[in-house]
């Protein structure tokens, strides 16, 4: 299926991965830009992670039931998967994670996982410090 998304934010291989992961990661990127999807991908989505200066956004499949992870190509399930876990990391160090709908980034719901079904993206913002 292809998908048109004007506003996909480019994304970059994080520097961390393993050769495995990063060839996924090349190939996700290189889908995205293609605009080639999965039938069962409904769109893109985005996680924002403020206070790391020089951070590429991730971006992450938006399916249409989470019964559909299983019908994803490696690259795909691979994106899912580590959209998820930059999630559920900042979470774990307190960190606060809004849902918010695309391109509306004024008012969210504090959320702690991600949900690859639904239409929103996620700002992960820095833990306020001090008094």
Known sequence: MTLIAPTTPKTTVPAHLP????????A???RCEAGDFSPSIVGVGTVRVFGQAGDAPVTFPRI???????TLAPDERWAATYARS????HTG???PVFAVKPGQATSGTLVTILDLTSDTDYLILSPIQGG
């Not at 249409?64 to 299983?70: G, K, P, R, V, Y």
Request: proline share 0%; aromatic share 4%.
């Open 93 to 95: 160090h307190r960190r």
């Open 86 to 89: 930059v999630v559920e990391v």
């Open 19 to 26: 050769a495995d992961q990063a060839a996924l990661a090349r």
């Open 28 to 30: 996700w990127i290189a």
């Open 64 to 70: 249409s039931s989470l019964e559909a992870l299983d």
